[in-house]
């Protein structure tokens, strides 16, 4: 197998730069951007919590209605690195479930009921998670009251988790099981809270996408991770830790942008204002990467 050493690859979270945090979905000039990197040879990973689910139909049903180029491979690392499989023209291959890193079925069962009987109104339970347990604002709730009842669901979650025996942390709080372990997570997001494995993260995400491509015999010269959360920048962290040239893109800069040993970028180094943010900023640095790459 020949090596192929493209200049960039990127490895993109989905909610934030990519599907609007507002719509859930994908704007059509994302999609055609998306496309026509492919088409230029600049191989595209996905990198995010969402589950295949998601990606199937937000992501990959658009691309392919918009023409993926027939030999080119898309990755989709989903629920942050527990799950995953590739796209092509001709639709999804095998979905890899990483079981060793699901939540128990029993504590899943519960927090379906949790949402069923206290927080019907503003959110609801993922049933297309594989590992992961998520549950998400509904679209027509006002997103100030869903952060409100975030809260209240986020604590009666860390008390199920205890009766459970389960150790978990939240943000920087820790809740240890009885014996001491913290194995899980709870992850709250401006949309959705997750609850996951402490194994599971943006940084897997980023090793499964070096070897799927790796594994395609594509070496990239550097790669581009973009994302709109904190937790984000571990795929950049990974990346430069293990030696891969990269910068990150922070497509919501709100929460200060941190010091780090490789490059962050935010709308501001594209020329645009501050207003520019989520999938406008996403859609800004897919379009400047291909007229970079196109010369
Ligand atoms: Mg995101």
Redesign the pocket.
């Known amino acids: 197998m020949s090596l192929d050493t493209p200049p960039l690859a990127l490895l993109l979270?989905?909610?934030?730069?990519i599907a609007s945090?507002i719509t859930r979905k994908v704007a059509p000039g994302i999609i055609a951007s998306l496309n026509a990197l492919l088409r230029v040879g600049i191989p595209v990973v996905f990198n995010?919590?969402r589950s295949d689910a998601f990606i199937l139909e937000q992501v990959m049903a658009p691309m392919i209605a918009a023409g993926i180029p027939a030999r080119s491979v898309v990755h989709a690392v989903c629920e942050k690195g527990a799950v995953w499989f590739s796209f092509t023209a001709n639709g999804p291959g095998t979905i890899h479930v990483d079981r060793d890193l699901a939540m128990p079925t029993s504590f899943a069962d519960d927090v379906r009921s949790l949402v069923g009987e206290s927080y019907a109104d503003h959110m609801f339970f993922d049933e297309t998670k594989r590992a992961m347990v998520s549950v998400e604002q509904l679209v027509a709730v006002d997103n100030d009251d869903y952060l409100t009842q975030q809260k209240l669901f986020d604590s009666d979650v860390l008390a199920l988790m205890s009766r459970h025996g389960l150790g978990a942390v939240r943000l920087e709080h820790r809740y240890p099981a009885p014996d001491g372990d913290i194995n899980y997570r709870v992850d709250p997001?401006i949309i959705s809270t997750d609850i996951e494995s402490v194994r599971l993260g943006k940084d897997l995400g980023a090793s499964r996408a070096v070897e799927l491509l790796c594994a395609e015999g594509i070496v990239p010269a550097a790669w581009r991770t973009v994302?709109?959360?904190r937790?984000?920048y571990a795929m950049a962290d990974w990346l430069h830790h293990q030696g891969h040239e990269v910068k990150h893109v922070d497509v919501?800069p709100k929460d200060g942008v941190p010091t780090k040993p490789y490059q962050v970028l935010t709308a501001a180094d594209l020329g645009l204002g501050a207003d520019i943010i989520h999938d406008h900023a996403g859609a800004s640095f897919l379009q400047a990467w291909l007229d970079a790459v196109r010369g």
């Open positions: 979270d989905v909610d934030g730069p945090p995010t919590g997001s994302g709109d959360s937790t984000d919501r």
